[in-house]
């Protein structure tokens, strides 16, 4: 029974088919809100799903120069990653989450996995551009992993020691604390963390204003240049992945209540909230902000988002 349950949740629900789904619905969602802050019509919230469809339906082409193997073998790893990802994040109400304890670690490490993923697959391609945006990516990843292994430190810190005991890193428990004790984001030495948290989303994601290791009109896609057809589909739906998993997670993290015992009440709570913090984290950001320069991305998330978890975790301490 346990073997059925597990297979559902990484094949249907919370993962493979309601992530997918979900994954093209907040992207389609992504670009119409775009489009109306730029007064544009945009494109109808079903275009992801006909881009896939149209994509996976393309010829895979693979430089005579790449690596066969790590270059057909990347998008898949991203994938996966964001697909496991999903299956941890509990969601109130609805879903206690596959793990009991040390999620949070394991998610951190998940989470790096498309970047890891569009490394190998620039570092295999052979291409130029490929070299340039695998460095730019590494890059940016190192910035933003620090603010957030803070805030991951601080809210593991804040919880478990409020309960008596030492670090707390279960993702159940952390809600679970909230649920009883108040949503974290409400607790005011948290509010930097969530500040921190928040700055974070769009430098994981890799969008306007941190979209540099893809940048079109610099390096023409960087990373995703030799892609085509499926192998490109993939990448753009882990991109819609991570898009799921950082709103899901920020919503466990810091405001995880639900409305009452109903679950599809619930779940379409829980859709709401991931749409809310898309906007504000992506959407707005994108369509109000250029692309910054990568030394000044840089010094931006080693500044301004660690100072904040810094500050977090030094209240926290300080509070006991």
Not at 40 to 53: A, C, H, S, W
Not at 124 to 134: D, F, I, K, R
Not at 218 to 239: D, N, Q, R, V
Not at 269 to 285: A, H, N, P, S
């Amino acid at each position: 029974m346990d073997t059925v349950k597990l297979l559902f949740n990484i094949l249907i629900f919370p993962g493979g088919l309601f992530a997918i789904v979900f994954a093209l619905f907040l992207l389609g969602v992504d670009r119409k809100i775009y489009a109306r802050l730029q007064r544009r019509v945009g494109p109808p919230l079903y275009q992801p799903f006909l881009d896939m469809i149209k994509l996976s339906r393309k010829e895979i082409l693979i430089p005579v120069t790449a690596n066969y193997t790590a270059f057909r073998f990347a998008p898949l790893m991203g994938f996966a990653g964001m697909i496991a990802a999903i299956t941890i994040i509990p969601v109130t109400g609805i879903y206690s989450g596959l793990y009991q304890s040390g999620d949070l670690l394991v998610l951190l490490y998940l989470l790096a996995a498309p970047a890891l993923a569009m490394m190998v697959g620039a570092s295999a391609s052979g291409s130029s551009y490929s070299s340039v945006g695998l460095s730019r990516e590494m890059t940016i990843m190192l910035a933003y992993e620090i603010p957030l292994v803070i805030v991951f430190l601080t809210i593991g810190m804040r919880v478990g020691i409020a309960s008596g005991g030492m670090a707390e890193f279960s993702l159940s428990r952390i809600m679970d604390f909230q649920l009883s004790n108040g949503a974290l984001l409400f607790d005011w030495p948290m509010l930097p963390a969530f500040i921190a948290f928040m700055c974070c989303i769009p430098g994981t994601i890799g969008v306007v204003p941190f979209d540099i290791p893809e940048a079109e009109t610099e390096i023409t896609e960087g990373p995703l240049l030799e892609y085509s057809g499926m192998g490109l589909a993939m990448f753009k739906l882990t991109g819609g992945l991570k898009m799921v998993v950082l709103s899901a997670l920020a919503i466990a993290l810091f405001f995880p209540s639900g409305i009452g015992n109903i679950w599809l009440v619930n779940l379409l709570w829980f859709i709401f909230k991931c749409i809310v913090v898309t906007f504000f984290t992506i959407t707005l950001i994108r369509a109000t902000r250029a692309r910054m320069r990568m030394d000044q991305a840089f010094k931006f998330y080693l500044l301004f988002p660690t100072a904040l978890a810094l500050i977090s975790l030094v209240l926290t301490l300080l509070s006991f």
